[in-house]
């Protein structure tokens, strides 16, 4: 358990564990697809989740749900750009979520705080140069390669030591590439090459994996597959992607228990809700019970 969050160059401090909404501007999205495939309705949605207490909202034109093939790039421009602009002249911390340089690079102009990479750079080698270039955040997630296989890659002999590893070298490589180390975020990528056991393991692990990466951490476990496991009825069938928030936000408090920077969710009321709780519960360590008869008793 640490209170220790760490901070980021370039974005705002929270004095808790932030809260990164999501809008997937996509029309097939595993949680959510199709539901914010309109500027408009994208932008309503992205100020509606900060009315209901994100900290960042981030941006996203290109479905990473195993097996997705790529959209083109130009689509994925058309479908970022305008919700980027319109939420970043709201005021709103924007992150954009894309592995392409060119997407990232147009974000940024058009008022994005930060770059959240999947990929962590390994997917455009001209995505670190340019985030590097222009100064900005860039979150690295443990990745393995494309949507498409990913599935193919989900082989650990030790999940927690690998994904360190392979995170560790990818920041290296970031940062080798000229991004700031304290503009670097971690994220262990949940759900990205990785079965319901292994992400099990790593959420199991986050302190651990907080105290080896010296970098704040990221946690996105948001209505995914592993959580569909654990919520299965008897039949073995699991829930819907959208009746999965009660459950992210147990790994919510799990998260910002353990350290975690921030949260990406995409229903945000709960998850805003766990990580104040855990704020309050650490607030309250420390402070002697005085106990009873010492005046420190109360109904
Ligand atoms: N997962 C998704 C999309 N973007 N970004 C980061 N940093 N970490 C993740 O685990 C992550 C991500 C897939 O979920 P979604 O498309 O339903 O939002």
Redesign the pocket.
């Known amino acids: 358990m640490t209170t220790d969050r760490g901070s980021v160059a370039g974005l705002p401090e929270w004095d808790r564990c932030a809260v990164m909404g ?1 809008v ?1 501007v996509t029309p097939d ?4 697809g199709g539901r914010w495939f309109d500027t408009e309705k994208a932008i309503k949605h992205g100020l509606d989740l900060v009315t209901h207490g994100a900290d960042l909202v ?1 941006v ?1 034109g290109e ?3 195993p097996g997705a093939p790529r959209v083109d790039e130009d689509e994925e421009l058309r479908r970022v750009l305008p919700v980027v602009r319109g939420l970043a002249a709201e005021g709103v911390v924007v992150s954009v ?1 894309t592995m392409r340089a060119a997407v990232a690079e147009a974000s940024l102009a058009a008022g994005a705080a930060l770059v ?1 990479d ?1 990929s962590g750079g390994r997917a455009d080698p001209r995505m670190v140069p340019a985030v590097a270039a222009a100064g900005a955040p860039f ?1 690295v ?1 443990h990745w393995r390669g494309q949507s498409v296989d990913m599935n193919d890659r989900a082989e650990y002999a030790d999940t927690v030591t690998e994904v360190v590893d392979e995170l560790r070298e990818s920041v290296e490589r970031a940062v080798e590439g000229g991004i700031a180390g304290d503009r670097i975020i971690v ?1 262990p ?4 090459a990785k079965q319901a056991e292994h992400d099990l393991a790593l959420v199991s692990r986050l302190g651990r994996i907080r105290a080896e990466l010296e970098w704040p951490l ?1 946690v ?1 476990a ?3 597959r592993f959580l569909g496991h654990a919520l299965a009825g008897p039949d073995g069938s699991p829930p819907p992607a959208r009746e999965r928030d009660a459950a992210t936000a147990a790994v919510s408090a799990l998260s910002a228990r353990e350290g975690a920077w921030a949260v ?1 969710v ?1 229903e945000v009321r709960a998850s805003a809700d766990a990580v104040r709780v855990v704020r309050a519960v650490e607030g309250a360590e420390g402070v002697e019970d005085a106990g009873p008869g010492q005046g420190g008793r109360s109904a």
């Open positions: 999501v997937n999205s595993f949680s959510d981030d996203g479905s990473t749900r979520d959240n999947v979150v997630m994220d990528g949940l759900g990205f990221l996105a948001s209505r995914k990406r995409h």
